[in-house]
């Protein structure tokens, strides 16, 4: 299981980070210390800009940050928001008209679980409301 999950953090790393990382260091982590490594690897990578690249018309909204997607279902940059109006959801905008977005917090829970859940950009909307305490995490 392990060697499994190492595997798939290495390719979020290689795709997200050209760069070599201590490898001595990531073999002596357990499973989930390699997993809350790399979350926070790929958190960082999100793009803090003063302002959003594509306009959003609520202004309840939080932004969280820019991320520049590159998959074969997502390509181009996607703003990452929180929206606490209402039921609280997550959005991630890829354009300016009003139907260029996705959302919705139950989504982005289930597809943050996911082995590959960084080509989705509602899964990393999700994981920044959580790091940024916006959404608080359920015990269970």
């Not at 050209?18 to 790929?42: A, D, Q």
């Not at 998959?71 to 260029?100: F, M, Q, W």
């Not at 943050?112 to 994981?127: F, Q, R, T, V």
Request: glycine share 4%; hydrophobic share 30%; charged share 35%.
């Amino acid at each position: 299981m392990k060697e499994k999950i190492f595997k798939t953090y290495n390719k979020i790393m290689e795709y997200l980070f050209p760069i070599r990382f201590e490898k001595e260091k990531i073999e002596k982590m357990t499973s989930e210390e390699i997993k809350k490594y790399y979350e926070e690897k790929v958190m960082k990578s999100i793009k803090m800009l003063k302002k959003p690249v594509h306009s959003h018309d609520c202004k309840k909204c939080k932004y969280m940050g820019t991320i520049k997607m590159k998959n074969e279902n997502y390509k181009g940059k996607y703003d990452l928001y929180y929206c606490p109006h209402g039921r609280p959801t997550v959005i991630a905008r890829y354009g300016s008209s009003v139907e260029k977005y996705g959302s919705g917090m139950i989504i982005a829970e289930v597809e943050s679980k996911c082995e590959d859940w960084y080509n989705y950009p509602l899964a990393i909307a999700y994981m920044k409301a959580k790091e940024l305490g916006f959404v608080k995490i359920k015990k269970e």
